[in-house]
Nanobody, 114 residues
Framework: QVQLVESGGGLVQPGGSLRLSCAASGFTFRRYAMNWYRQAPGKERELVASIFSVGSTNYADSVKGRFTISRDNAQNTVYLQMNSLKPEDTAVYYC????????WGQGTQVTVSS
């Protein structure tokens, strides 16, 4: 059974940091591109960051220089380190695994507010 379980969300003040984790199981993790998406209220889901099986990464312009995606293939886990958080980063963050098929996690809420 495929599972993607996100954790690490919460409430943080502007300028703060959070680290999201996504624990994967039920598929060959190292062969999948892993992505973080987010969806803010009233907006479409958007791609935030990607890390490919070879380790290369891509970021949305809005998070470049502030967010870092990484993966641990031994632990079947992908991370999103988020620094210098802004109120506009408030959203539900979703973990996504993509290869021939695509899997989604349930999401974790990130709220940036003073």
């Amino acid at each position: 059974q495929v599972q993607l379980v996100e954790s690490g969300g919460g409430l943080v003040q502007p300028g703060g940091s959070l680290r999201l984790s996504c624990a994967a199981s039920g598929f060959t993790f190292r062969r999948y591109a892993m992505n973080w998406y987010r969806q803010a209220p009233g907006k479409e889901r958007e791609l935030v960051a990607s890390i490919f099986s070879v380790g290369s990464t891509n970021y949305a312009d809005s998070v470049k220089g502030r967010f870092t995606i990484s993966r641990d293939n031994a632990q079947n886990t992908v991370y999103l380190q988020m620094n210098s958080l802004k109120p506009e980063d408030t959203a539900v963050y979703y973990c996504n695994a993509r290869s021939i098929v695509t899997y989604w996690g349930q999401g974790t809420q990130v709220t940036v507010s003073s």
